[in-house]
């Protein structure tokens, strides 16, 4: 009977812990984003890796986080060898990762969220950084750029935007194909710029975008309405 008993005991010590753990992990989920609809965490250990604070296994499911200003539309994530220190989470201390965490999933993002990534610092500067590069000097100095929509192709990307000229604002139509270079290099090309009147930039020129050395693309794929990307990010301290 005492066996019995001190096996409940343990096992209501256990279910304590993993859901005191799996608050603070959806705790500093949604701390990393600006905004999300739908957060779904699921752990995968024993008890004896729970209670040392390893965890082999963590599945995320997120629809429609805004990270940095980026609209997500959906998210599905397997983050593996986990280490934390259990106990400051016992205490009601916020969870901080004690090593790199190698995620792998998918990432899902749809046209509508793409227009509304548009308004965000990362996404128009990077936008007007390219945009800068591509046009010509007589084209660039009394032009500010205003990003509008865009729309997604197959293996193509376009953006509409406008010039903010004194007298008129002008259309500007900025169209590009977007592959997989590398792990973490996106290759843009084609690329055509043109307004009403004229075509500024029409290039087969492949421009290089890198991610940063803790991303690793698997795939990517750009069909109608629709951008998804599958591979690993390493997730740091």
Known sequence: MRNTDSQTGSSKRIRIVTKMLTKALEFWLRSQVSGISQLEVEIQASDKQLLSGCIPRVLIFALHAIYQGIHLTQIELVAENIQIDIRSILKGQPLRLSEMVPVFGELIVEEEALNASLSSDLLSRAL??????????????????????????????????TQELQIDPQPLEVRFGLNLYSGNELQIYPITIQDNTKIYVESDE????????????????????????????????
Request: hydrophobic share 40%; charged share 25%; net charge positive.
């Open 128 to 161: 007007n950084e390219v945009l800068h590069k591509l046009l010509p000097e007589d084209s660039r100095k009394t032009k500010q750029i205003i990003w509008r929509n865009t729309c997604i192709e197959e293996k193509k990307i376009i953006l509409a935007a």
């Open 206 to 237: 492949v421009y290089k975008l890198y991610l940063g050395s803790d991303v690793d693309i698997q795939e990517l794929v750009v069909v109608p309405g629709k951008v998804v990307c599958s591979g690993r990010i390493n997730v740091n301290p």
